[in-house]
């Protein structure tokens, strides 16, 4: 049991490129998260879906877009990289019985 | 004002001792509460949730006071390997799909 996993792990982005972060899960959770977390703050809300076909903004999700064509992948679309978006970004999901999230590792990117 | 705020520390304590946390959270409506644990450039993993008559796990126990809007961690004979960030989460209740992170208090703790 993989639980979430996320590629690439690190990734350095020139700015105005962009690139797509991937998330799996194996869990068959319905909702999944994606969260950005700069130096010494806590994570903010990206986007989230409930299931497939489903998405919705979260707090900051200007420059992002997301997509959800099953239940396991929730991949995040950074268009038109900027040095802003330099963060570690996590992906999270959980099932509809508890609110628990399981986390994945984190992809650090880094926009210059 | 934040949804979720905690002291960011960082708290330095030796080997054995007690130490608590804090996070207030603003909105009387949430619905679910947790701590995580955060290692340096890790992901954050559950250490705990947190129900309203409270709960305990070995060493760890959290508390609710939804009267004063705070969640609590102890933290008992504390070991070097619990040094880590603690993030306390809140779901709101208005929005049940949305959590709101802390920053994290940092625990050191000191041989």
């Known amino acids: 049991n993989a639980g979430v996993t996320q590629t690439p792990k690190f990734r350095i982005l020139k700015i105005g490129q962009s690139m797509t972060l991937q998330c799996t899960q194996d869990?068959?959770?319905?909702?999944m998260y994606w969260y950005r977390q700069d130096p010494g703050m806590g994570l903010k809300l990206i986007y989230y879906?409930?299931?497939?076909?489903?998405?919705d903004k979260g707090e900051v999700p200007n420059g992002y877009n997301v997509s959800r064509s099953t239940t396991e992948d929730f991949p995040l679309r950074l268009e038109l990289a900027a040095p802003s978006q330099t963060s570690v970004y996590f992906c999270?999901?959980?099932?509809?019985?508890?609110?628990?999230?399981?986390f994945g590792p984190g992809t650090r990117l880094t926009v210059t | 004002r934040k949804e979720v705020e905690q002291d960011p520390g960082p708290f330095n304590v030796p080997e054995g001792a007690t130490v608590a946390f804090n996070c207030t959270y603003s909105?009387?409506?949430?619905?679910?509460f947790f701590w995580y644990r955060q290692d340096c450039r890790k992901e954050p993993k559950l250490l705990m949730s947190?129900?309203?008559s409270g709960n305990e796990d070995g060493r760890f126990t959290a508390q609710l006071n939804r009267a004063s809007q705070y969640i609590s961690l102890l933290i008992r004979d504390s070991k070097l390997s619990d040094s880590a960030t603690y993030l306390c989460?809140?779901?709101?209740?208005?929005?049940?799909?949305?959590?709101?992170f802390g920053s994290g208090t940092k625990l050191n703790v000191k041989p």
């Open positions: 909105n009387s409506a949430s619905q679910s």
């Open positions: 947190v129900y309203s």
């Open positions: 869990m068959n959770h319905n909702y």
């Open positions: 989460v809140v779901n709101m209740g208005y929005n049940f799909n949305k959590f709101y």
């Open positions: 879906s409930v299931g497939a076909g489903i998405t």
């Open positions: 999270a999901s959980h099932g509809t019985e508890a609110y628990e999230q399981y």
